[in-house]
């Protein structure tokens, strides 16, 4: 009975839940470690599979991209079709999905300075405005045109 009491003494039992709590601690951060994935963790998972294979995106058949010549950004100029804004350019490319009849403009009304834009590319269906024509002016609304498909 004498050594009964001796182990369950304070500092016994003491020394004893310490060491307890100390390896459940270690085993609870060991099986943290094996279980957290690091956020790189997935994409390392990935290189050199075909798990997800990459292809490019589709491009609307009537899309126009233009592009901002003597600035890199003018983030007041605003791209109008049919009057509404549809974009503007805090980048110097603008990407238009448009349709027959569309009017496209710029509005350069803030700017005191000349902008020019340019049809950088469009869809092979777009007859109407070509790829290439440039527009330039201050402070108005720069009409590129109606937009005129293939039928």
Same mark, same amino acid.
């Given at each position: ?35 957290? #994935? ?38 007041? &100029? ?20 448009? &349709? ?11 700017? #005191? ?39």
């Amino acid at each position: 009975m004498q050594r009964f009491n001796d182990f369950w003494n304070k500092k016994s039992l003491e020394r004893y839940l310490l060491t307890v709590v100390g390896i459940c601690l270690v085993f609870l951060v060991v099986l943290q470690l094996t279980h957290v #994935r690091t956020p790189y963790q997935g994409v390392i998972d990935q290189v050199g599979s075909d798990a997800q294979a990459m292809s490019y995106a589709e491009v609307a058949d009537t899309t126009i991209i233009l592009q901002l010549v003597n600035y890199s950004t003018l983030p007041k &100029a605003r791209v109008l079709v049919n009057g509404q804004v549809k974009g503007d350019f805090t980048h110097p490319y603008v990407t238009l999905s448009v &349709a027959d009849g569309d009017l496209l403009e710029v509005d350069t009304s803030f700017y #005191r300075h000349s902008v020019k834009v340019k049809v950088l590319e469009t869809s092979n269906k777009i007859v109407v405005p070509e790829k290439g024509v440039e527009i330039s002016g201050q402070q108005n609304i720069l009409v590129l045109g109606e937009v005129k498909l293939l039928k």
